[in-house]
Every structure is written in structure tokens, then in C-alpha cells.
């Protein structure tokens, strides 16, 4: 299912050109990070290639919404339990993560331990991510079709999530065979040697001329056929701001 987004005009040959590539792994590239500022039409184009793959293992995740790292991956388990994907071993270990925590915080609670509950949660969640991370990635990895990630709004994140992402699940996804991932923000993760080079980065420029006046046509908007450029230049290309545009045009009836 097409996460709820109004679908606006892609025009973003290149992008989804370097994404199929990646995607069918006709290149070394793993993943294609997408960077620009707000309203470029980052969420669009990663929409499009979500679209564009939905008869495969497909995921989109909106790092927005998610308030914590194990959000993240419930979110990717529940999409494949969507997609008729068994994930029983991340089952598993939530489920033994969940009746551990119980058991551990009666325990601090007997000894009214507060600094030992502080070292001891911190130690046991990283413990936690990665076991549920490693869960989930043999999981995913058992479906024969070619996993593609989508993972949007990098810039919302709070520092541990980016962190996180960066130092660990990145990392993890871009060493499963056959997955793929695509990652769009205002910033970017920066991953280290050797992920680094399995990363394809671009950033999106404002649409030109052209693409507003093929905007225009897909529209129907046949009084505005002759205005792409003012509409180009009001807006300096910018596509968030030239669908606002849109979005309260009416279009008069009858002849002009």
C-alpha cells in the first residue's frame, strides 16, 4: 500500500534511472541518498520509487514518525508481515527483550538501585537493538525478491536516531545481499569506510522550464499553457512551491 502523500509531478529522470540501477544491481552502488532543501520534492521522488517497486519487497518508512530506533524496526516488521514475509525470529526476540525488561526493573525496583537502572538500561538497549536489528535483517534477507528500503525525512531524526542509523542500521541493511536502500533528507547520513562507497548521493536541483510546462499539460491546466515560465521564475523551481500554486488554481470554463 502507497503511504497517504499526495502524489505531485516527479520529472526526475535521472534520479530514477540511477535508482533502477541500484535497485536491479546493474551497479556496485547500494543505496542512493537524496539531499535538498525543503519543498525540492525529496518525499515525491522517494514516493515514486516506492511505486515503482511495489510488486517486490518494498518499504517506506517516514523517520519523522518514529520516536524511537525500535520503532524503526517494528515499522519494517510490520510492513513485511504485510507483504506475507514470516518475520518470527524479530518476533522472537521482542518478546524476550519485553519479558526480560519486566523482570529486570522489579528487580532494580527491590533494591532501589536508581544509577544501577540508568547503566544497566543503557547497556541492555544497545544489546536490545542490535539483537532485534540482526533478527530482523535474517528475516528480510529469507524473501527471495530484492528488499528495497525507503527511508524518508533523515533530518527530523533526533541525534541518537541519527546516530544509530548511521553507525548501525545503514550499515546492517547495506551488507544484506539484494537490498537496496534509498534515504532522502535536507542532510544526510555520513557512513564510514567501507559503506561509504557502496552509497550513491545526489542533490536535487529546482526543476526547470520544461518540467513545469510538463506539470502544466499533466494537469490540464489549458489557461496556464503559456505561463511556465513566470511560474517557473515566481517560484524559482522550487516544486513544493509550484504545487502550492497549483493546488488553488481554478481553471475558468469555456474558452479563454
Not at 552502488?29 to 537524496?34: C, D
Not at 525529496?42 to 518514529?66: A, P
Not at 536541483?205 to 490540464?220: K, N, R, Y
Request: proline share 5%; net charge negative.
Amino acid at each position: 500500500m502507497v503511504p497517504g502523500h499526495r502524489q505531485v509531478h516527479v520529472d526526475r529522470a535521472e534520479q530514477l534511472a540511477h535508482a533502477a540501477d541500484i535497485a536491479a544491481a546493474r551497479t556496485q552502488r547500494r543505496a542512493l541518498f537524496l539531499e535538498g532543501q525543503e519543498g525540492i520534492g525529496k518525499t515525491s521522488l522517494l514516493l515514486e520509487i516506492y511505486r515503482q517497486h511495489t510488486t517486490g519487497g518494498v518499504y517506506f518508512v517516514d523517520l519523522g514518525r518514529m520516536v524511537s530506533q525500535v520503532d524503526v524496526l517494528n515499522e519494517l516488521a510490520r510492513q513485511a508481515r504485510q507483504q506475507e514475509i514470516p518475520v518470527p525470529g524479530y518476533r522472537t526476540a521482542r518478546s524476550q527483550f519485553t519479558q526480560s525488561a519486566q523482570v529486570q526493573v522489579n528487580d532494580l525496583r527491590a533494591r532501589n538501585s536508581s544509577i544501577s537502572l540508568v547503566i544497566n538500561a543503557s547497556i541492555d538497549r544497545s544489546i536490545q537493538l542490535t539483537s532485534l536489528s540482526d533478527a530482523l535483517m535474517e528475516n528480510l534477507a529469507s524473501d527471495a525478491r530484492r528488499p528495497v528500503i525507503c527511508l524518508d525525512g533523515f533530518e527530523h531524526c533526533e541525534a541518537p536516531m541519527r546516530d544509530w542509523l548511521g553507525r548501525d542500521l545503514l550499515p546492517d541493511l547495506l551488507t544484506q545481499p539484494g537490498t537496496s536502500v534509498f534515504l532522502a533528507g535536507r542532510n544526510i547520513p555520513r557512513l564510514s569506510q567501507p559503506h561509504v562507497s557502496s552509497v550513491h548521493t545526489m542533490v536535487l536541483p529546482p526543476f526547470g522550464v520544461d518540467a513545469v510546462q510538463e506539470w502544466i499539460d499533466s494537469l490540464g491546466f489549458h489557461s496556464l499553457k503559456r505561463r511556465a515560465v513566470r511560474i517557473h521564475d515566481m517560484h524559482d523551481g522550487i516544486p513544493g512551491l509550484i504545487d502550492e500554486f497549483f493546488s488553488t488554481h481554478i481553471e475558468p470554463h469555456g474558452d479563454e
